[in-house]
């Protein structure tokens, strides 16, 4: 299979929101280009004594509502494409959750489990040092991403905070709570998740006392996913993890499963469950599924055997752009990630204005609060697609866009 450009799906879906908009060409083109990136080499010393440098990214790519946000991810295959598209895409969740960022990312090619945790520690500390120039409460606030932790985000506030002669917890988010993190911050996004799941059963009738749910990845957006929907009065009937997935058509418990799964290395072996494929998993029939794996699961093949009334996407960018037309005409509603997975940046923003305000919240008060911006974001996501006749992914864009080009027009261009 084609692997496919991130950079250049994001300039697509940028460029159907600006024809939906009938977007001025200039400010199309503003948009379509990051403010700036950063491209820094990070020599280390590894623990045999030689010196090795690795490359990394920080891209911002606008700021006309607020101050860059966006992950920090460790990954061999981090390119300078992957890390402008998903700071763009961090431009769009912030509008449409409508807490006051840009968006921005960052990110480092190397393999961190092949690092020991001195290594790891090094690098991390170099990186914060070469970025410190562009970072900071009020310019880019980074978050942890794929294979970071709160761990990373302390050392790299702790380099920040020696440098400018002060502690300056706001530097980042997704931090230990003994450093200025937030309550909530690990269930964020399957929260987030379940909070768009009950929007979208009202908007079509969907009663989810009894409703059938599959969950596609049992890490830690899928795991709380599952929890916080069950509690909506909905039934697990089938998970996945790496290892394979498995379905009970009379449901699974959550936590009887993760128990499970944390006991032997996979949910596949669960007493009462059949092992299917992936594929399988995905088309079972079911009156939600939330894919909360890998990229490209739902492809157009998967997209025609799917038989659900709403995908809401824990993951990024688990439906290809032509499976998104087939479930648009199969009146499938897809909440998309853009939306469905922005707990995490409303746990963020929520984290930077505590640490900016030296005074913290309890855990309902940051659900609350997290609660009020998901909601929003989701109806007005929803009356555009409406108004427009688009599917949600084109509504939730129109509506981030459209929010940007408000904050931008109320700014001008200077000089």
Known sequence: MTKIDPWQN???????????????AGVHEILANPKK????SLPVKMDDGRIKVFTGYRSQHNDFRGPHKGGIRYHPDVTIEEVKALSMWMTWKCAIVDVPFGGGKGGIICDPK???AGEKERMTRRYAYAISEIIGPGKDVPAPDVYTTGKEMAQIMDVYSVMHGQGEPAVITGKPLSV????ARNVATGLGVSYCVREGAKKIGLKLKG???VIQG???????SAEYIEKLGAKIIGVSDSKGSII???????????EYKNKHGSVVGYPGSKKVSTEELLTTPCDVLVPAALENQITPQVARKIKCKIIAEAAN????????????KNKIMVIPDILANSGGVCISYLEWVQNLQRYYWTFDEVAGKMENHIVRGFNDTYALSKKHNVDMRKGSMVLAVGRVLDAFEARGLWP
């Open 248 to 258: 009970n058509l009379k449901g699974l418990d959550p936590k009887k499963v993760l």
């Open 317 to 328: 960018g688990p439906t290809t752009p032509d499976a998104d037309d087939i479930l648009f």
């Open 211 to 213: 409703a059938r749910v």
């Open 37 to 40: 990136i950063l491209t820094v």
């Open 180 to 183: 200025g993190g937030s309550l």
């Open 114 to 116: 092949r690092l020991s």
């Open 218 to 224: 049992f890490g830690n957006a899928g795991t709380y």
């Open 10 to 24: 994001a300039l697509k879906q940028l460029a159907d929101a600006a024809k939906i908009l009938k977007l001025d």
